[in-house]
Structure formats: C-alpha cells, structure tokens
C-alpha cells in the first residue's frame, strides 16, 4: 500500500485522517487529469460538480494570468473592474432584472450570508430548510443542511427543517399527481405551525445535489414561490452545486422560469473551480432594501479581481461554446443511456438527472426498492465498484446509494462514451453486492 504523501495536511470530510490515502495529482487537461505515476484519470464527477470547463481551461488560464499582470487585488472599498463586469453578467443570466451580486469566496458564505440578508430584509429570525440537503460547512450553513454532515455540530439556533420532496422513496407516503403536491403543502403547514411572521425565509437546492438528485414533482418549485408571497418568506435558491449550465439551464430554477427566488447562492461552476468564488444575487426588492439600511458584513477577499477575472472568462466559455445547451442535449443522452444500463443491472433501482447531472440509485431489491445500505452509508459494493472504475481510469461521483455522474460540460461525447461503458462493465462483474 502507498504510504500518505501529505502527512503534514489534514484532509477534509474523512472518518479518520489515516483513511486517506490519495495519488498526487501532477496535471490535468479538459475532462483528465494524470497523477505523479502517469495514471491517467477521466472525471466523471467534476471534483465535486465544480469543475464545469474541466482542467487548465486556457482561456481561464489566459484571462488569470492576464488580471495577475494588471492588478491582483484591491479591497472592495475601491472598485474593480472584474467585479463590475461580473456582477453585471450574472446579473444578466440570472433574469432578475434590477438585481445586485454580494461576493463570496465560498458556497458557504453564500449561504451565511443570505441567512444575515434574509433576516434584515424580513426582520424575522427562523429559515426553513429542508432534510436530504447541504448548503455548505460553516456554522448557519451546516444546522441548515438537512444532511448528516451536520450530525453534531447544529451551532446555529432559528432553523427548521421540512421534509423533502424525494418521489421515488416519498417521505410522506405518496405518488404523484395523486399527490396533489402533498410535500408543498407540508411546508405551508410547517409554516403556520411555525408562525408565520417568525419566519425570514425557505432555502431550497431547486435540483437536489448529492443528497438525491430530486427536485419534485411537476409544479413543486412554482408552488414554494406561491406558499412564500402568500407568507411574505424570501424563496433562496441554492444553485451552488447546479449553477451555470450544470442541469441544462443557466440556473436550474429556470427550469420553472415564471417562479423566481428572491436570493440566489452562486459558488463552483462561477469560476468553473480555477479560483475560488462565490456570490449571493439579490433580486430587485432585495437589493433595493440595502438602499437606505446598513448592510454589516463582508470578506477580505470578497470579489477578488483575479477570481472575478476568471468568473468573466467562465461566463464568456458557456455562452460562447453553447455549454448550456450541450448539457441539455447531452444530459439527455446520458439519461438514455443510463436508463439501458438499468435494464441490464438489476441493483439500479431508479435513474434520476437533469442535464448533465444525473444519478443511479442502488438497491437491494428493485421491487421492494430495500436501499443497499441505509442512507448516508456508502454500500460496500458501491466503494469496490468505484475504486474499480478509479483502477481502470474512471472517476465517478459516490454519495449513499448513489453513483453521480457529473462531468465537465464540455467533456468530449465519446470520453463520456468510453467512461459509461466502463461503469457498465464493472457493473456487470460484481458478483456480490
Ligand atoms: C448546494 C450546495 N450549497 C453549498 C455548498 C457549499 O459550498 P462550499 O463547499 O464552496 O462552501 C455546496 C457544496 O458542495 C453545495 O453543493
């Protein structure tokens, strides 16, 4: 066995730190990457659905080294004009007209501060989130992810938490249309018991992340919109993980475009991961607010220039190469294909996605849909099937039952070819699960 490279670093999310025991990467280019041995890997997971562009994108490498040569940094007391030009690109593409982008360095500081904004802007305390989500690691974030991640360590008081809106294992025992979208008006329900004018605000990952890859039935997101102008609660939608063009929309609330959110939490696919950013985009009402009331907060490195200059060549990639579009197109591909690998493999209960963002969910028994292991452990059989993959040059995604399969959007057809065909493969020899 390799001994650990990096005895010095403590590794993130792990069990126990001597668990860890990863190859140093050395380079990476589009959808591979290649470690110190010459390993070569394609990613089917995008380093944690951020890597949009995948490796060394050269027109983000380009637009980095160019903002290096003119300016690295300067504090937001001051303007940028990165920061200007990036704000007002997403601004754009978030079709809230008259909005305003607050920067982040992170997913979670996003949603810390949209937590602090919503709680002005209303001047009530509670937020709502929901159970089977992640809205990321600090303090506020985690109590509000509805995720074990937060086993614990809930720091922050004023959080509720609703019940998902999980179709295939419906926690309220349910099937759609019967339905009648019982799991919204859970959440009205939720609100009253609460009391209404208690509550600042619902935050919702509109496609679920890697707690499920759901994102309810037919009218769910309209109707959440509905249940908060009915109570005066700010809609957040976390797009942190589906941001720019990951389940085929810019944002995949647009999947429902008339039923926009107040607030929405940018961070990955920002700078497609060649630096870190993040950013909360107010609607108009929201940033109106902040007009004439003091807004207390803010980071060091907020909008730095050189990330923002790389969130502007980002924008530039997706707009111009169509990779919007593509993950529309290609995603349904995907879902096609997924869905012939599920005729053949009887462990994949159900088959999930949007754009190129798409699941497999694993199980016992397709009949009785009995999970492999019980949810968040990941089954034995899914680690051997991943590090099988991983052996023979195929990232995926893991989280649960679940195999995520979310690569670059601009990953090349037949690498992605080459990569299913491969996780079919191993599917097909596990004997025993
Ligand atoms: C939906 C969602 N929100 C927030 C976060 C936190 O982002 P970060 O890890 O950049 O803090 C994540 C991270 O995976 C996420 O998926």
């Not at 110190?36 to 990613?43: M, P, T």
């Not at 799991?183 to 935050?203: N, S």
């Not at 589906?242 to 475009?257: N, V």
């Amino acid at each position: 066995m390799p001994t650990n490279s990096e005895p010095y670093v403590l590794h993130t999310w792990q069990q126990k730190q001597t668990d860890w025991n990863a190859p140093t990467v050395a380079g990476g280019e589009g959808s591979w990457f290649w470690d110190e041995s010459g390993q070569r890997y394609l990613d089917l997971s995008a380093q944690a659905q951020c890597n949009h562009l995948g490796h060394q994108h050269p027109d983000l490498v380009a637009a980095i080294q160019r903002q290096a040569g003119e300016l690295c940094f300067i504090h937001n007391a001051w303007g940028a004009r990165p920061r200007a030009e990036l704000a007002e690109r997403i601004v754009d593409k978030s079709r809230l007209a008259g909005g305003k982008v607050f920067f982040t360095t992170s997913g979670a500081e996003s949603t810390e501060h949209a937590v602090k904004m919503a709680r002005w802007i209303t001047g009530r305390r509670k937020i709502i989130g929901r159970y089977r989500s992640y809205h990321g690691a600090t303090s506020n974030a985690i109590t509000l992810s509805g995720d074990n991640r937060n086993w614990g360590v809930v720091a922050a008081p004023d959080v509720v938490h609703a019940l998902p809106p999980y179709c295939y294992r419906c926690p309220l025992g349910q099937s759609y249309p019967a339905c009648n979208l019982r799991c919204a008006q859970h959440i009205a329900e939720l609100i009253e018991w609460e009391g209404p004018e208690t509550v600042a605000a619902l935050f919702v990952e509109p496609v679920v992340g890697t707690n499920g890859l759901f994102h309810g039935p037919g009218d769910y997101w309209r109707e959440l919109r509905a249940i908060c102008d009915r109570y005066g609660i700010l809609l957040v939608a976390d797009e942190v993980m589906t941001g720019f063009g990951r389940t085929g929309e810019w944002f995949a609330w647009q999947h429902w475009p008339d039923a926009a959110p107040d607030l929405m939490l940018l961070a990955k696919g920002l700078t497609a991961a060649h630096l870190p950013l993040g950013a909360v985009v107010l609607n108009q009402r929201c940033a109106d607010f902040f007009d004439d009331h003091p807004l207390p907060t803010g980071l060091t490195y907020a909008g730095h220039p050189l990330c923002c200059a790389a969130g502007v060549a980002a924008l530039d990639v997706y707009q111009r190469d169509g990779l919007v579009q593509r993950s529309a197109e290609l995603g349904g591909w995907l879902l096609e294909r997924l869905h012939a690998m599920a005729a053949r493999h009887s462990v994949i209960g159900d088959v999930r996605g949007l754009g190129l963002f798409a699941a497999l969910e694993l199980v016992a028994d397709r009949a009785t849909r009995q999970p492999l292991a019980p949810w968040p452990q990941l089954p034995a059989g899914l680690k051997k099937l991943a590090a099988e993959a991983k052996r023979r040059g195929v990232v995926l995604g893991t989280r649960g039952n679940l195999v995520i399969i979310s690569p670059p959007l601009n990953i090349l057809h037949e690498d992605l070819e080459w990569g299913l065909n491969v996780l079919d493969e191993v599917m097909g020899e596990m004997a025993n699960w």
